[in-house]
């Protein structure tokens, strides 16, 4: 019997979940609860931490979850780290859905930083504009360079923010280049901070920056432990058992 968890929050993770819910596989998906409303789901969905590596292998189990598909976006390493040890102490398949790094192309002024704190480091002294597209949960390690304005683009309205020059940009992706070509004229950005999620959902103001030849500083991904991987979501369904021919994938 298949019964598939999918830990969700991108978008290749809503887009497998309207495969799964197009076969009428018993699939659930799970959300962090990071956002005040999340996009709705056409598959049965909890929200919130499983607490821990030890609440997780507790839920396999009390669930009778057959399979689990980690497509989870690249920075949320924690969930990926739990996932890994989680199915191998229960001996649940896992199956990580892993998009390519994006890759600087020519016209590009990307510098490589490995965390947040080098990318507060690559900033430049003198003022400047800053594009910070990494969300809300890495903000405040920028309260060290408080001379720049910066621009948020946050999913949700913020608290108290830790930086005195910004303005917040409310938008869940996935984004267009028209749309961020216009917010980096808009507010006359001078560098893009971004994090290397892949994927298309937020490439765009990747694109914008090359055509205003806007610097972006690339924070470069986490460590995972190894795991099984698959990009196309063809492969997903192979994996769980079904073929995907009649969906086209
Ligand atoms: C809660 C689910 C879908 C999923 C859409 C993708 C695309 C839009 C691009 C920019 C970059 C950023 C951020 C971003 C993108 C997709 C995808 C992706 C980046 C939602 C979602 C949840 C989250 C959590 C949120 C984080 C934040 C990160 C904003 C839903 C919309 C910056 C990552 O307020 C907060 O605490 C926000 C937290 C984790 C990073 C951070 O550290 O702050 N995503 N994003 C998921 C959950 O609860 O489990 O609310 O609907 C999902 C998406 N965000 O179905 O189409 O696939 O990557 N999300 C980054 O990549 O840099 C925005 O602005 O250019
Ligand atoms: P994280 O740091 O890797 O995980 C922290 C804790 O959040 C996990 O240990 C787990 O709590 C809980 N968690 C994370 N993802 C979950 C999920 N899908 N379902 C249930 N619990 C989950 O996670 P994060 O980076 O904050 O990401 C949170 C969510 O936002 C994920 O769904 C991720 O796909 C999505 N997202 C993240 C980013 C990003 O930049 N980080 C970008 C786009 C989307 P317990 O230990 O209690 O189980």
Redesign the pocket.
């Known amino acids: 019997m298949t019964r598939p968890l999918l830990l969700?929050?991108?978008?290749?993770?809503?887009h497998l979940a309207r495969l799964l819910a197009a076969r009428g596989i018993d699939a659930v998906f799970?959300?962090?609860?990071?956002?005040d409303?999340?996009?709705p789901q056409p598959l049965p969905t909890r929200?919130g931490g499983f607490g821990g590596v030890e609440g997780l292998a507790a839920y396999l189990r009390d669930n009778g979850i057959s399979h689990v598909i980690d497509a989870?976006?690249p920075?949320?390493a924690g969930m990926s780290r739990n996932a890994v040890t989680a199915c191998a102490q229960t001996g649940t398949p896992l199956l990580a859905i892993e998009r390519p790094c994006w890759q600087a192309q020519d016209g590009d002024r990307w510098t490589h930083v490995p965390g947040v704190e080098e990318a507060v480091a690559a900033l430049p002294y003198r003022p400047a504009r800053v594009f910070l597209?990494?969300?809300?949960?890495?903000l405040a390690a920028f309260a060290a360079r408080p001379q720049h304005r910066y621009l948020l683009?946050?999913?949700?309205a913020?608290g108290d923010l830790p930086l005195p020059k910004a303005t917040v940009v409310l938008?869940?992706?996935?984004?267009d280049v028209a749309g961020?070509v216009a917010l980096l004229q808009d507010h006359a950005i001078t560098h893009v901070v971004?994090?290397n999620?892949g994927?298309t959902?937020?490439a765009?103001?990747l694109v914008a920056a090359r055509q205003r030849g806007v610097p972006v500083i690339m924070i470069d991904r986490p460590h995972l432990p190894a795991r099984q991987t698959a990009f196309h979501l063809g492969d997903v369904l192979r994996w769980l058992g079904h073929d995907s021919a009649d969906l086209g994938v």
């Not at 683009?153 to 949700?156: G, S, T």
């Open positions: 969700g929050g991108t978008t290749e993770a809503s799970s959300y962090a609860g990071r956002t409303a999340p996009l929200i989870t976006h920075f949320a597209a990494i969300g809300k949960q890495s683009r946050l999913v949700d913020p938008a869940r992706g996935p984004f961020d971004a994090k999620a994927g959902g937020a765009a103001k």
